[in-house]
């Protein structure tokens, strides 16, 4: 049977997706657990999430050492030890940092929680800091920073940041090699006490979770001093960014140049959030996105650009990021200032916003495969604050979206003199 490629085959649109709901439960010393109790695997997930990154460091770094030092040694084990309390039962950990946020990760099967259980708890109530590994890590973490800074684009991103946030918001600071070399293991021993040791924490469980399982949690982590609150103040901090919009480092040894084009924008409760993401992504969102065909595949500036909507817990921020040739740079960004104004004063036609909808809605709905994949989703509504029902109304808010509204988004939150561009390598 002959096959005709110029038909696309049938298909669906997706319409509505929900989500699991999560049970919340409070463990004897006033934790919230969050269960999400899906999958057919006798695998769990169980995160210890901390109000404790960048955010909430009194010194610069002391948030990121704290949270990687935990499994370097306990008033009982050392790192190796505690490495094979973890490798005996088959389970993977790690130390997760961000801007706002730091946590202990663990994976393991069902029936091992309660061996896994306890070596979590120590990690977070006797942490001891040793001095060689602390040692260790910081001169890991300084050769990882100085290959990091000598790649076009890991220094794009960060003074992109630095710009729009300014350079002394948590968002916006730069880590540089004084600061790691000059951090006290003192500073990040204060951190560690405040922000983790003492403090409350979210707990959020995903997989196939039964009583057995939520009552090991409340028998280790669920003892000791009561938590009358697990809300814990958060600091502020004022936004300070630069005057300058146009920022070029040059660097004559590099042959490309690499751009980070965009502004601040706003988190995911703002009421264009739903709209921009579509917005987005025909800019550059996506591989068939306008960018795209423009900059890489007619013009073949570039292997790829892409844009994205990034949303961090208090603030946002849109950035359009590619690598082209040096002598392509001035010639890229007038086609990305090019493709905004299209979005400004053109509407898109019906067929390629319908298009990016369904691609939008396909790829949440695959973005959900597994019980890891949904409490990802369920994690960010519990940490950040929003409704319950956020994510089950994101295809219905795709699908509402219209020609119009893209029009006047692009107008109202991307307009040209309010962007900052930023080029490390040169024109």
């Known amino acids: 049977m002959h096959l005709d490629r110029t038909i696309a085959p049938p298909f669906q649109v997706i319409r509505h997706i929900n989500l699991p709901a999560v ?16 999958g057919d695997q006798p695998i769990v997930r169980l995160e210890c999430l901390f109000e404790a990154g960048t955010w909430y460091e009194s010194t610069p770094g002391a948030s990121y050492f704290a949270i990687k030092m935990l499994p370097e040694g306990t008033s009982a084990r050392g790192s190796a030890e505690i490495s094979a309390a973890f490798d005996r039962v088959g389970a993977f950990t790690e130390m997760s940092h961000t801007s706002d946020r730091s946590g202990i990760v663990v994976y393991c099967l069902a029936r091992f929680l309660p061996e896994v259980l306890p070596v979590v708890q120590e990690l977070i109530a006797e ?3 040793p001095e060689k590994e602390w040692n260790d890590l910081r ?15 890991f220094r794009a991103t960060a003074h992109f940041r630095e710009a729009i946030f300014g350079p002394a918001h948590p968002y916006g600071h730069q880590r540089d090699e004084e600061q790691i070399i000059g951090l006290a293991k003192e500073e990040a021993i204060a951190h560690y006490k405040s922000q983790i040791q003492h403090a409350p924490y ?13 009552d090991a949690v409340n028998a280790f982590l669920g003892k000791g001093t009561p938590f009358a609150d697990t809300e814990q103040t958060s600091p502020s ?73 990034s949303t961090l817990r208090h603030e946002g921020y849109f950035m359009i990021g590619t690598d082209v040739k040096k002598e392509f740079t001035q010639q890229t960004l007038s086609e990305i200032r090019k493709e905004i104004s299209l979005l400004q004063t053109v509407p898109v036609p019906e067929d390629e916003l319908q298009t990016v909808k369904n691609f939008m809605a396909g790829e949440f709905a695959g973005s959900l495969n597994t019980a890891f994949d949904v409490a990802d989703r369920q994690k960010i509504l519990i940490m950040d604050g929003l409704p319950a029902d956020f994510f089950d109304r994101y295809i219905e808010q795709i699908h509402a979206t219209t020609a119009e509204d893209i029009m006047y988004l692009a107008q109202t939150h991307l307009a040209l003199d309010t962007m900052t561009e930023v080029v490390v390598g040169g024109m």
């Open 139 to 153: 001169n890991i973490t300084l050769q990882n920073h100085r290959v990091n800074w000598e790649k076009n684009a």
């Open 23 to 38: 049970e919340t439960l409070t463990l004897d010393n006033g934790l919230p657990l969050h269960v999400i109790n899906i």
């Open 237 to 309: 901090f004022v936004l300070n960014p630069t005057d300058q919009k146009q920022l070029t480092i040059e660097r004559p040894e590099s042959l490309q140049s690499s751009i980070r084009y965009g502004k601040r924008l706003f988190t995911r409760h703002h009421p264009d959030y739903y709209k921009m993401l579509v917005t987005n992504e025909i800019l550059g969102g996506y591989f068939g996105s306008r960018l795209m065909k423009n900059i890489r595949e007619e013009k073949g500036l570039t292997y790829g650009i892409s844009s994205n909507v």
């Open 127 to 129: 942490a001891s800091f």
């Open 202 to 214: 979210r707990l959020v469980m995903a997989g196939k979770v039964g009583r057995e399982e939520i």
